[in-house]
């Protein structure tokens, strides 16, 4: 009589799991298997002819981590092979999201155990817990863990590194399992932290990083169409603040400036008393009601700094878009629930702290602020897969960016497969981008409130205003500067909510030459046009004469690759003049056409 293994798809106590929908619930993307999605099937082939006691997938956003989890636990309760199963996640929320997909794989998870309950109900096959969870009683989890054959699911285990407390508690909670299977969508950390049960090898420089057994990344779930493509819907703008020592400042975003002046001009583009912040948002609620007319329930996310910014947001979107906006803020007892309520319904804007940075499953989001002063690159990677999510072929996503060099750099690197880290590269060599540094912004904040308490004046914007910069699609840039509410704007934040990858890239391209089309209408215009009765100011023509320009010269900088002040300065050697706040309208015409000129010949 044979012994072999029968097939894994006749096994009794996996159908309802083969039922479970590719990314949970009920997503199923066009051309992919009924029942697994190929990278699922191919990562579930991979994991079942070795069984290992430890494996880690790692798996873009969207892609559908959950449903090869539960696919596992499945097979391996079939087979005997586990008695129970324990889910670890990074926030309460997503512990009963997690047991909502249990359900549906024909598994019980209890998302309400309690460490106080000190022992699981007999009628769940498992609990999901949180990792502060564990944290605090490990021992209590360990026992857990003896009490039976025990599979441990840590969902996001990047955050397994999140303290040396955490990572110590779960090794001693969950080193004796039968086996570990680890998930996460950014297979990184912007620390050296070591996460717990992932193996670590010496690349050829020596620096010990991760190793992955299983990788599905944004670049190939893209191809496959699993997910969304992400068009960037860049902002600079004008920002002034006056600092601590009462001097004031001015800088446009986007522009060669000191890491100093980069942050403070970021910091007073997100202030809502401004004028920037205000007309991002403007935009996005156009963009979000043109992509409404195809997908009537498209939701749009703004991600803030802090609670009392994200209030302040909240009320500018109210008066843009007439409804009630949804804030979820990490200390809210009801964050959950309102997560919950917007996922399911209809409406327009939530704007969230943190809570939506990672893990949770908002398929609707279709549109994003990226209104936070975090720049790590773990943080930006989970923020962008909260709409990357595809739930039908053409849905793009549209993710509004201010004008910083550290959020272009990571948006340029959105499909870059990274693993951890455990050591620092230094000297010649280094992958790592210097301008890539973290916590920028949240640094120069706090650099700022604690010196306001000695200082005779404080940190405070004065004034800021937007300009549309560009488009940054599948890494290439489309159009130029253009003014909020113009039709120039609407051209690209117009674009239909349902295009084919290649349609979005076409259509860019004509709305691009449009964009130009007008520019040199408006200019033989003005030259035929006789000179207005009525003169205006000269502040404002110089205003705009320097928006023009610094907008050109961007353009220039980022088809060269030349630094902004390299352009800067050689405009200056051939047209003559002073820098550019001090330049006469003359001065910097001259310098306009040249580049004009330069750019025609590109």
């Given at each position: 009589?044979s012994?072999?293994t ?23 993307p ?58 670890v ?20 998870l ?10 699981a ?28 054959r ?14 040396l407390?955490?990572?110590?508690a779960i ?12 998930l ?11 996460i ?34 992400v ?5 600079a ?21 000191t ?33 409404r ?10 991600l ?91 849905e ?37 981008d ?11 904040n ?10 005779e ?20 840039e ?30 860019l391209?004509?709305?691009q030459?449009r ?21 205006v ?11 023009l ?29 002073p820098?550019?706040?001090?330049a006469t ?8 056409e ?7 010949r590109?």
């Amino acid at each position: 009589m044979s012994t072999a293994t029968p097939e894994p798809a006749h096994l009794p106590g996996t159908s309802a799991a083969e039922h479970l929908s590719p990314s949970f619930p009920a997503r199923a993307p066009w051309g992919t298997a009924s029942k697994l999605r190929a990278w699922q099937a191919e990562a579930l082939d991979l994991y079942l002819a070795e069984l290992p006691r430890d494996f880690l997938a790692a798996a873009t956003p969207g892609a559908g981590k959950t449903t090869f989890a539960l696919r596992i636990a499945a097979e391996l309760r079939a087979r005997r092979l586990i008695d129970r199963i324990t889910v670890v996640a990074p926030t309460d929320h997503l512990k009963r999201q997690w047991a909502d997909a249990a359900a549906r794989a024909g598994i019980r998870l209890d998302p309400g155990f309690r460490n106080a309950h000190g022992r699981a109900a007999r009628h769940y096959h498992g609990v999901a817990v949180t990792y502060a969870q564990v944290a605090m009683r490990p021992a209590l989890h360990r026992e857990l863990t003896l009490s039976g054959r025990t599979l441990v699911i840590l969902d996001e285990v990047h955050h397994g590194g999140d303290t040396l407390s955490w990572g110590d508690a779960i090794r001693e909670a969950f080193e004796l399992a039968d086996r570990r299977l680890s998930l996460t969508g950014t297979p990184f950390r912007s620390d050296t932290a070591p996460i717990p049960f992932v193996q670590y090898e010496a690349d050829r420089h020596g620096v010990r990083l991760s190793k992955t057994d299983y990788n599905y990344g944004y670049g190939r779930a893209l191809a496959d169409g699993v997910v969304r493509p992400v068009m960037f819907m860049v902002y600079a703008g004008h920002m002034r603040w006056r600092t601590k020592a009462g001097d004031e400042m001015e800088a446009r975003l986007g522009e060669d400036n000191t890491k100093d002046i980069t942050s403070s001009a970021w910091r007073t583009a997100l202030e809502p008393s401004g004028e920037w912040i205000p007309a991002v948002l403007q935009a996005a609620n156009r963009r979000l009601t043109e992509v409404r007319q195809s997908i009537p329930d498209a939701g749009g996310l703004v991600l803030a700094t802090d609670q009392t910014v994200a209030r302040a947001y909240a009320e500018i979107l109210e008066n843009l878009c007439g409804e009630r906006v949804t804030v979820v803020l990490s200390d809210d007892k009801e964050a959950s629930g309102r997560i919950e309520e917007f996922s399911t319904g209809t409406s327009r804007w939530m704007v969230a702290v943190r809570m939506v940075s990672e893990g949770v499953d908002v398929p609707r989001l279709a549109v994003g602020v990226y209104a936070t002063s975090s720049a790590t690159p773990l943080f930006f990677a989970q923020a962008i897969g909260r709409f990357v999510r595809a739930r039908r072929r053409g849905e793009t996503a549209s993710v509004f960016l201010p004008n910083v060099p550290v959020l272009m750099a990571l948006a340029a690197e959105l499909e870059r497969e990274r693993d951890h880290a455990l050591d620092r590269r230094t000297g010649e060599g280094d992958d790592d981008d210097p301008g890539l540094d973290d916590g920028l912004l949240e640094a120069a904040n706090r650099e700022e409130k604690a010196s306001d308490e000695l200082g005779e004046f404080t940190w405070q914007a004065i004034a800021s205003d937007a300009t549309f910069d560009r488009v940054v699609y599948d890494g290439t840039e489309f159009g130029t500067l253009a003014e909020p509410g113009s039709d120039e704007e609407f051209d690209f934040i117009g674009i239909p909510g349902i295009l084919e990858p290649e349609q979005v890239s076409e259509l860019l391209r004509h709305r691009q030459a449009r964009q130009a089309r007008r520019a040199s209408d408006r200019r033989k215009h003005a030259v035929e046009e006789p000179e207005s009765a009525e003169p205006v100011a000269l502040f404002r023509t110089l205003k705009e004469q320097r928006s023009l320009l610094n907008s050109l010269v961007g353009l220039y900088a980022r088809q060269t690759g030349e630094p902004h002040s390299q352009v800067h300065a050689e405009l200056r050697r051939v047209c003559g003049g002073p820098a550019v706040p001090q330049a006469t309208v003359t001065q910097l015409q001259a310098r306009i056409e040249l580049l004009r000129r330069r750019l025609g010949r590109r």
